[in-house]
């Protein structure tokens, strides 16, 4: 079983507040991503990192920053939320090396914003 | 530029039966081929992979065929039960290359057992 963890795992907020996605993982990976995803729709990348102080954008451009200051950690932010950020949130890590190895998910955030 | 495809939106099967989800990919670089599993509201869960050295992998109930000239994998799950029903979806990777194994997924396909 992987060791990811998300939270909150819903959150409704209003428009103009700010908020943090967490993501914590206790397996040790150095690489970590931010997915976003809509019903029907594949996983879109918006975050990566590769270690610590390392944080790149994904394919989907996205407001939200990262930062990565601790292996473990990899929190998401908006500043401003709107409605157009209602989505869920997916954060996973992978290890560094080797090809085969598969990047394990945590449970999601459900954001909507009013 | 959507670089991994499920063409099959959904998939309806009887308990017993096998199911068949398709994947389409069109980057050659792609060596690493992966299929998750997700419930709603769930985050997506690790099935089954296959490196781009084999064209067969299998795991119990659950078998993934690639088909590298075709650039096309499907996985095959044998025999279908209730609870399999679920969006499967399958993604891709490059190691050898600058994205270093980040994933591509594709749209998913809704898969459904009946009794």
């Known amino acids: 079983e992987a060791d990811i963890y998300q939270t909150p795992r819903y959150l409704v907020i209003g428009t103009g507040k700010k908020i943090t996605l967490e993501c914590s993982q206790t397996?040790?990976?150095?690489?970590m991503y931010w997915y976003q995803q809509d019903p029907g729709m594949e996983l879109h990348l918006i975050h990566y990192s590769y270690g610590v102080n390392s944080t790149e954008k994904g394919d989907l451009s996205s407001e939200s920053t990262v930062s990565r200051i601790r292996t473990e950690h990899f929190p998401l932010t908006l500043e401003s939320a709107r409605p157009s950020h209602t989505s869920q949130y997916l954060c996973?890590?992978?290890?560094?090396f080797g090809v085969g190895t598969e990047a394990f998910f945590g449970q999601g955030t459900r954001l909507t914003v009013v | 530029d959507q670089q991994v495809k499920q063409n099959s939106p959904s998939l309806s099967v009887q308990e017993g039966r096998i199911s068949i989800l398709n994947c389409d990919y069109t980057n050659s670089m792609f060596d690493y081929f992966l299929w998750y599993k997700k419930y709603p509201a769930e985050g997506p869960t690790f099935l089954i992979s296959?490196?781009?050295?084999?064209d067969k992998n299998e795991d119990g109930r659950f078998t993934v065929f690639l088909n590298k000239s075709a650039k096309h994998l499907s996985l095959h799950i044998v025999p279908s039960q209730p609870g399999d029903s679920a969006v499967y979806f399958c993604?891709?990777?490059?190691?050898?290359?600058?994205?270093?194994?980040?994933?591509?997924f594709g749209r998913g396909t809704q898969l459904t057992v009946w009794p």
């Open positions: 996973a890590s992978s290890e560094s």
């Open positions: 296959i490196s781009s050295i084999k």
């Open positions: 993604a891709a990777s490059d190691w050898r290359g600058s994205t270093l194994g980040r994933l591509y």
């Open positions: 397996m040790g990976h150095d690489k």
